[in-house]
């Protein structure tokens, strides 16, 4: 949505961020677009280990202005396997952040969270790791990294919040053209 959104003219996308509406910004919407600005990760070492937390901050969410470097980096550990929890989070109004997992929570069944790995030899995200929806689909609010002993390299993971209104969910394996967030975190295997 928010790439299609970019074609539209500023005041008709105001009025879409401002009424949070969806593709069409006359129609009525059943599903609120959110706004995001904070997509948080955190991997928690299975067994026991410091966890690893880094936020990408976006201002403008889907606006043209860059996002920001990563808060942390992520290093993992050859041959740990990790917990993994992505958050989001509409900080664009500091007297009144808004926690906006709970809202994808709730409509879990019109969101998938996509972690696309990339550069990195031996480190995998196991799709039978993510927690589902109501119906069995995928979710991935949460999720396993798992990294095999003889894991390397330096790449990312690119977490993409997906948002199915006009087109079904289904059993969530394709991504919806409606993106609520697409954010890229730097990983390193050492
Ligand atoms: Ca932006």
Redesign the pocket.
């Known amino acids: 949505m928010f790439r299609r959104s970019l074609t539209v003219p500023a005041a008709a996308l105001a009025a879409t961020a401002f009424f949070a509406a969806c593709d069409d910004p006359t129609a009525p919407v059943p599903n609120d677009q959110e706004l995001i600005t904070d997509v948080v990760i955190t991997l928690t070492p299975v067994g026991g280990g410091t966890a690893i937390t880094s936020t990408i901050a ?1 201002p ?8 920001n470097a990563q808060t942390a980096a992520i290093v993992l550990t050859p041959g740990m396997t990790y917990d993994g929890m992505v958050e989001f989070f509409d900080r664009s109004d500091p007297s009144d952040p808004e926690d906006i997992t709970v809202e994808v929570e709730t409509e879990a069944e019109e969101h998938r969270v996509f972690h696309l790995l990339s550069g990195l030899t031996g480190v995998t995200i196991p799709e039978d790791s993510l927690d589902e929806d109501g119906t069995g689909a995928p979710l991935g609010l949460t999720f396993q990294v798992v990294v095999d002993a003889g894991a390397s390299g330096s790449g990312e993971v690119r977490i993409i919040l997906s948002h199915y209104d006009e087109q079904p969910k289904g059993d969530g394996s394709v991504q919806s053209d409606e993106t609520d967030a697409d954010v890229s975190f730097d990983v390193s295997v050492s």
Do not use: E
């Open positions: 976006d403008d969410g889907p606006g043209p202005t860059s996002p």
